[in-house]
């Protein structure tokens, strides 16, 4: 309203970091989403180089991730209707994360394209989970009337820790490749193979930060009231 004092960002904003765990909630945003974006410009130059699939294999594996999200969002909504805690459906998305970069990382040595499939599509379907379960978090926090700083904290987050992560990820393939190739790191490393492999371990410990970070968060859903029947999704609902 016009005639209501408008605080400036400074001071808003530290009333929002001083809301129970605001901050630990928008550190799990940035390094989980930083995680699961890390490959992407990566993934299908891993498939064409490493494991020698064809350019129609590789261009598939984005149906794949998009299938696996696109099941993530159907599994979230079931879930989180059912009054599931969203910081634990994005716990669990992690948990799938670390299956998926698994899976990618062994199917080099086993020379197994499937398993490469299988693991781009848990890729896709745990960055899902963990998009949708934050995204519901942040509706849901605690902000004293703060909600519009709460989800544009939550994009921010997001979309500068989604860019630096594609852009780091692609330099470090290129640095570590290069390194390998020309016998730097040692013979059992001299490999193009080794620059993907880096970066899908430094996935792999960026996800169990992300645990660490949301563990606490998760706990303390699980101490909290359950929601009322008439919100969904961290949002009432409108009569009518």
């Known amino acids: 309203a016009r005639g209501e004092?408008?605080?400036?960002?400074?001071a808003n904003w530290a009333r929002f970091a001083a809301r129970g765990r605001s901050i630990r909630f928008l550190v799990a945003v940035g390094l989980g989403t930083a995680a699961f974006n890390m490959q992407d410009i990566i993934l299908e130059p891993y498939g064409g180089e490493i494991l020698h699939l064809p350019v129609g294999a590789t261009t598939a594996l984005t149906a794949m991730m998009a299938g696996g999200a696109l099941a993530a969002f159907g599994l979230a909504a079931r879930a989180l209707g059912r009054g599931s805690s969203p910081h634990r459906l994005a716990a669990w998305g992690v948990l799938?994360?670390?299956?998926?970069?698994?899976?990618?990382?062994f199917a080099e040595p086993l020379a197994s394209?499937?398993?490469f499939r299988l693991g781009a599509t848990c890729i896709g379907f745990g960055?899902?989970?963990?998009?949708?379960?934050?995204?519901?978090?942040?509706?849901?926090?605690?902000?004293?009337?703060?909600?519009?700083?709460?989800?544009?904290a939550w994009g921010a987050v997001q979309a500068s820790c989604a860019g630096l992560a594609i852009a780091a990820g692609g330099a470090i393939r290129d640095l570590v490749s290069t390194l390998a190739t020309q016998g730097a790191l040692?013979?059992?490393?001299?490999?193009?193979?080794t620059g993907y492999s880096f970066v899908y371990h430094l996935e792999l410990y960026l996800l169990f930060a992300t645990l660490?970070?949301?563990?606490?968060?998760?706990?303390?859903a699980r101490r909290a009231p359950a929601a009322s029947p008439d919100r969904k999704f961290g949002l009432a609902e409108f009569p009518g």
């Open 127 to 152: 960055a899902g989970l963990f998009s949708v379960g934050t995204l519901t978090a942040a509706m849901n926090l605690e902000t004293d009337g703060l909600n519009g700083l709460a989800l544009g």
């Open 5 to 10: 004092p408008k605080p400036s960002f400074r």
């Open 212 to 220: 660490i970070a949301i563990g606490p968060l998760v706990r303390s």
């Open 96 to 105: 799938a994360g670390l299956f998926a970069f698994s899976c990618v990382i």
């Open 113 to 115: 394209p499937w398993l």
């Open 186 to 193: 040692g013979s059992a490393l001299s490999s193009p193979a």
